[in-house]
């Protein structure tokens, strides 16, 4: 944008020589202003005024450069050129000042949304005891940079506790309903012994907040979750499905979906949960990968309304470390929808790594735990 109003002039000098007497192609210098408010400031703007006048007096003043036996500078058509030349001009100036004020008040609302972000999903460490994490959020909209993904992994007494969520809905009510989860999270996690029982809490949490929110959809407002556990030393990953995309286990001869087919409702829909929410689990080898991620993956579709085969995609590249793993993932999303992505996508990858002693048996741990939480092992401290 700021080569076009040297290119316009270019171009009206190029064809002025070559056009009929009755072709007054120096007129298009009317626009000359306009064309530089696109990229310029105010006092560029009015230079380029000037400029045009000038132009536009040499082209109708000179015969030789125009093809005109006389000179036509103080023609009335010519005069009437000026004057439109300088009202535009001052136009221009003012949408140029306009422009700019604009553009800096966007950096400073983007600013703050890149500080909102921060808070909301604040970079996970990149590694946490025996596990080695990576995240990514990829947002719908290019303007954007919060919405209502979420994710977040706390360590605790009974190990790294996982989270990934999806806020039904979109704007300023589904960022405050994520925030409010990921604040309840973070405690609660250090607090509750249980996985179900942590779940049960986040569902407390989730249907207090949506009672305090005004508008017509407090009764749908609703969140999809995963809650993980991985147990410090442990070879073996606890579940409970909230109504969410199950997490993948993604191994080197094979990706396995964590899915035992009895996920509980969404949070916030507590009352169609007619018993107590299970844990599942699942072997969890040093060298393996946990990927959570929201619907907005596994929903992206290509030109032909495909969606985007994740399971598959993970197979045919083979082994990749977390990083590799989530750049890859970033870049084929993009790839597979033509830069049209359709919903915000969040994901979290978690690859344990060989750093201490066995102390669960991964037999026991290959069949999903249905034991209610009075039912439930001890969690090592």
């Given at each position: 944008m700021r080569w076009l109003p040297v290119a316009y002039v270019?171009?009206?000098?190029?064809?002025?020589?070559?056009?009929?007497?009755?072709?007054?192609?120096?007129?298009?210098?009317?626009?000359?202003?306009?064309?530089?408010?696109?990229?310029?400031?105010?006092?560029?703007?009015?230079?380029?005024?000037?400029?045009?006048?000038?132009l536009e007096g040499v082209l109708a003043g000179t015969p030789c450069c125009a093809g005109r036996p006389v000179g036509y500078l103080w023609d009335r058509h010519y005069v009437a050129d000026y004057v439109c030349t300088v009202l535009v001009g001052g136009l221009g100036t003012i949408l140029a000042a306009h422009r700019i004020h604009r553009e800096r008040t966007l950096a400073d609302v983007r600013f703050v949304a890149e500080i909102a972000q921060r808070v909301l999903l604040r970079p996970l460490p990149q590694r946490i005891g025996d596990l080695r994490l990576e995240s990514f959020y990829l947002s719908a909209a290019a303007e954007a940079r919060i919405?209502?993904?979420l994710y977040e992994a706390v360590p605790t007494a009974f190990g790294v506790r996982l989270l990934i969520g999806d806020v039904r809905g979109k704007g300023l009510q589904a960022v405050e309903t994520a925030a409010a989860l990921l604040g309840a999270f973070r405690e609660a996690a250090h607090d509750e012994p249980d996985l179900a029982a942590l779940a049960r809490r986040m569902e407390q949490s989730v249907s207090r907040r949506a009672r305090h929110i005004r508008g017509s959809e407090t009764g749908e407002r609703f969140i999809t979750a995963v809650f993980a556990e991985i147990p410090a030393g442990g070879r073996v990953v606890r579940v409970v499905n909230c109504g969410h995309p199950p997490p993948l286990v993604i191994r080197p001869d094979e990706v396995r979906e964590l899915d035992s087919g009895r996920s509980g409702p969404p949070l916030n829909l507590g009352m169609l949960l007619t018993e107590p929410h299970h844990i599942d689990s699942y072997p969890f080898r040093p060298g393996e990968q946990l990927l959570l991620y929201t619907d907005g993956v596994t929903e992206t579709r290509d030109a032909t309304g495909a969606f985007y085969p994740l399971a598959r995609r993970l197979r045919s590249w083979g082994p990749l470390e977390p990083g590799e793993l989530l750049a890859r993932l970033h870049r084929d999303l993009l790839e597979y929808s033509g830069d049209r992505l359709q919903d915000d996508t969040a994901a979290l990858a978690a690859c344990l790594l060989d750093g201490g002693p066995r102390t669960v048996d991964d037999s026991?741990?290959?069949?999903?735990?249905?034991?209610s939480p009075k039912g439930s092992p001890a969690r090592p401290r």
């Amino acid at each position: 944008m700021r080569w076009l109003p040297v290119a316009y002039v270019a171009a009206v000098l190029i064809l002025e020589p070559l056009t009929p007497v009755d072709w007054p192609v120096s007129f298009l210098l009317v626009a000359l202003p306009l064309v530089t408010a696109f990229a310029y400031g105010p006092l560029v703007v009015a230079g380029a005024t000037a400029l045009a006048v000038v132009l536009e007096g040499v082209l109708a003043g000179t015969p030789c450069c125009a093809g005109r036996p006389v000179g036509y500078l103080w023609d009335r058509h010519y005069v009437a050129d000026y004057v439109c030349t300088v009202l535009v001009g001052g136009l221009g100036t003012i949408l140029a000042a306009h422009r700019i004020h604009r553009e800096r008040t966007l950096a400073d609302v983007r600013f703050v949304a890149e500080i909102a972000q921060r808070v909301l999903l604040r970079p996970l460490p990149q590694r946490i005891g025996d596990l080695r994490l990576e995240s990514f959020y990829l947002s719908a909209a290019a303007e954007a940079r919060i919405g209502g993904d979420l994710y977040e992994a706390v360590p605790t007494a009974f190990g790294v506790r996982l989270l990934i969520g999806d806020v039904r809905g979109k704007g300023l009510q589904a960022v405050e309903t994520a925030a409010a989860l990921l604040g309840a999270f973070r405690e609660a996690a250090h607090d509750e012994p249980d996985l179900a029982a942590l779940a049960r809490r986040m569902e407390q949490s989730v249907s207090r907040r949506a009672r305090h929110i005004r508008g017509s959809e407090t009764g749908e407002r609703f969140i999809t979750a995963v809650f993980a556990e991985i147990p410090a030393g442990g070879r073996v990953v606890r579940v409970v499905n909230c109504g969410h995309p199950p997490p993948l286990v993604i191994r080197p001869d094979e990706v396995r979906e964590l899915d035992s087919g009895r996920s509980g409702p969404p949070l916030n829909l507590g009352m169609l949960l007619t018993e107590p929410h299970h844990i599942d689990s699942y072997p969890f080898r040093p060298g393996e990968q946990l990927l959570l991620y929201t619907d907005g993956v596994t929903e992206t579709r290509d030109a032909t309304g495909a969606f985007y085969p994740l399971a598959r995609r993970l197979r045919s590249w083979g082994p990749l470390e977390p990083g590799e793993l989530l750049a890859r993932l970033h870049r084929d999303l993009l790839e597979y929808s033509g830069d049209r992505l359709q919903d915000d996508t969040a994901a979290l990858a978690a690859c344990l790594l060989d750093g201490g002693p066995r102390t669960v048996d991964d037999s026991t741990a290959s069949q999903p735990d249905h034991r209610s939480p009075k039912g439930s092992p001890a969690r090592p401290r």
